[in-house]
Nanobody
Framework: QVQLVESGGGLVQAGGSLRLSCTAS????????MAWFRQAPGKEREFVAA???????YYADSVKGRFTISRDIAWKTVYLQMNSLKPEDTAVYYC????????????????WGQGTQVTVSS
């Protein structure tokens, strides 16, 4: 199983930017679907973005055009660049890995990081 550690969260004003990082260890993730999910207080965990083998990327409608998922060439780290942040983006952001094709269902992911808090002030 792959181990995931997120970093890069913090407090930012609306309209600002943050870049989250997810560092993987334990196994090579080049064949995995790597995804970001988020969970706000009192809400269910929701899909944000995913990349499958670096060939395809997928985004939730709420972040399309503002967020970008990418990975380093060594397939050790996956990033989530978040621009034009809004207060409704406030949540704990989780990195997840799945050793199979793309899905946006969190129940289908085998490995999870501990989460990183993103707070966007208005």
């Amino acid at each position: 199983q792959v181990q995931l550690v997120e970093s890069g969260g913090g407090l930012v004003q609306a309209g600002g930017s943050l870049r989250l990082s997810c560092t993987a260890s334990g196994r090579t993730i080049s064949s995995y679907t790597m995804a970001w999910f988020r969970q706000a207080p009192g809400k269910e965990r929701e899909f944000v973005a995913a990349t499958w083998r670096g060939l395809s990327t997928y985004y939730a409608d709420s972040v399309k055009g503002r967020f970008t998922i990418s990975r380093d060439i060594a397939w050790k780290t996956v990033y989530l660049q978040m621009n034009s942040l809004k207060p409704e983006d406030t949540a704990v952001y989780y990195c997840a890995a799945r050793q199979d094709v793309y899905t946006n269902n969190p129940s289908d992911f085998e490995s999870w990081g501990q989460g990183t808090q993103v707070t966007v002030s208005s």
